[in-house]
């Protein structure tokens, strides 16, 4: 959402400042993609996008990239992640038809909630009839394997653009990991990159989780990434 918008006041989400298209680096194969999420983020897609994959692959980065695009061009943007759905009602997605760009995170966890599924497919329709706004969702899996109870919210989903986030190969890790280290000033040696991808979990975002907490202690002590400076940090 944009800084100034009252829909922020009824959603406690902060969409983090690092996570942005630039700050990406695409697996093979997610190069389409990421130019479709673009096209929706500046109001040139004319269909809703589904894009799935599992946890931790990225997805939630995407849409918050595909937000902060939309508000470097001065569109309004809101960004649901319905992981946390429970905590929230299905009445915040009233109206939404009038916001430029709609990023729903993790759509699949309502599936089985009978509220939540008949307020998701009425936001469908309302996009589709209003033609105004970009209706981009993410889920774990493909909308038939979501497990939802409405047929026609499932079929909904399958009206637009869905893809599949393909997932990254070590060295494609690794430049990612080299190229978020570079954006905060940071150099990573390559070997110390290799040490975290054998030493941690491999999903991006651990990854980068440890990198911020290096990046911490690398400003604190005063000292390069070094392996033997990367074991003493996270104590292996």
Known sequence: MTQNSPLQLSLPVH????ETFQSYYPAAGNDQLIQKLQSSASGEAEQP???????KSGRTHLLHAACARANDLERRSFYIPLGIHASISPALLEGLEQVDLVCIDDIDAIAGHPLWEEAIFDLYN?????????????ASS??????????????????GLIYQLHPMEDDE?????????AM??????EDVGRFLLNRMARDMRTLF?????????SMIHQRKLTIPFVKEMLRL
């Open 184 to 189: 905060r000033g940071l150099q990573l040696p």
């Open 15 to 18: 969409l983090p400042d690092d």
């Open 49 to 55: 996008l589904y894009l799935w994959g599992p946890g």
């Open 209 to 217: 989780d440890v990198l911020d907490r290096l990046d911490k202690a």
């Open 173 to 181: 890790k690794l430049v990612a990991l080299q190229r978020r280290a």
């Open 126 to 138: 309302r996009m589709a009839e209003h033609k105004r706004g970009s209706l981009v969702v993410s």
């Open 142 to 159: 493909a909308p038939a394997e979501a497990g939802f109870l409405l047929p026609d919210l499932e079929s909904r989903m399958q009206w």
